[in-house]
Nanobody, 116 residues
Framework: QIQLVESGGGLVQAGGSLTLSCAASPSFNIFSAMGWYRQAPGEQRDMVATITTNGRRNYVDSVKGRFTISRDNAKNTVYLQMDSLKAEDTGVYFC??????????WGKGSLVTVSS
């Protein structure tokens, strides 16, 4: 069974940092791309950052220079390092895995709250 489990969310002051983790089972190598998406209260779920199997990264403009997506092959884990956090970064962060000929797989989400 394919599972994505996020962790690392919490409450942080503006200007602070958090690191989110997404553990994939049985392995994230089954996905052609993985990413982090954010859903703010009352808003749609939007892409924050993605990474492909060959390491290509993509970020939404609002987080460029502040967030870094990375992967640890040995741990089957994708990370989102978030620095210089702003109040507008608040939301539930979801991990997503994509692979050909299959529906996307989602984790249950991890809440990040940035206080100003």
């Amino acid at each position: 069974q394919i599972q994505l489990v996020e962790s690392g969310g919490g409450l942080v002051q503006a200007g602070g940092s958090l690191t989110l983790s997404c553990a994939a089972s049985p392995s994230f190598n089954i996905f052609s791309a993985m990413g982090w998406y954010r859903q703010a209260p009352g808003e749609q779920r939007d892409m924050v950052a993605t990474i492909t199997t060959n390491g290509r990264r993509n970020y939404v403009d609002s987080v460029k220079g502040r967030f870094t997506i990375s992967r640890d092959n040995a741990k089957n884990t994708v990370y989102l390092q978030m620095d210089s956090l702003k109040a507008e970064d608040t939301g539930v962060y979801f991990c997503k895995g994509e692979r050909p000929f299959d529906m996307p797989h989602w984790g249950k989400g991890s809440l990040v709250t940035v206080s100003s």
